[in-house]
């Protein structure tokens, strides 16, 4: 809605502009629309990812992508621990796995330290935690 918004305004002034003999404003005000949707687009793209994390009897899944679940892993329940590494710089973050037998998968890496405080603690109730 607020680059179809934007679209209709830079017409109406560029339409004005043309009007009054000003030729060059259109080309701009095209290329001004195109770079403020190819961002806007772009800015959707990068901030649609999801994780979505499924506690079932026996087993924990773990489904990673952007419109769809694109990755997946299926851990046993009974098996799974919470994995908290504290970072070596007070710039970093923590980084939050979850991992069974060996392996381990990284969740949360797109979050704010707020949020990762509060998937730490809402998984520390559900499965038992190590500090790495």
């Given amino acids: 809605m607020v680059v179809g918004f934007l679209t209709f305004m830079c017409t109406v002034v ?3 502009m043309w009007y009054l003999g ?3 404003v259109l080309p701009f005000a095209g290329a001004e629309v195109i770079l ?3 961002a806007t687009g ?3 793209h990068k901030n649609s990812f999801r994780e979505v994390i499924h506690f079932y009897e026996d ?3 773990i489904e990673k992508g952007r419109r769809y679940p694109e990755r997946h ?3 046993q329940r009974n098996w799974v621990q919470l994995f908290v590494r504290n970072a ?3 710039r970093y973050l923590p980084t939050v796995s979850l991992g069974s037998m060996g392996r381990s998968i990284e969740i949360g890496e ?3 330290e707020e949020d990762k405080e509060e998937l730490i603690e809402r998984l520390s109730d559900l499965i038992p935690k190590k500090n790495i």
Avoid: G
């Fill in 36 to 38: 403020l949707a190819v």
């Fill in 59 to 61: 087993e924990v899944v």
């Fill in 73 to 75: 892993w299926k851990i």
């Fill in 42 to 44: 772009f800015f959707f």
């Fill in 22 to 24: 000003a030729v060059l």
């Fill in 14 to 16: 560029s339409s004005y």
């Fill in 88 to 90: 070596d710089h007070i």
């Fill in 110 to 112: 797109f979050l704010n």
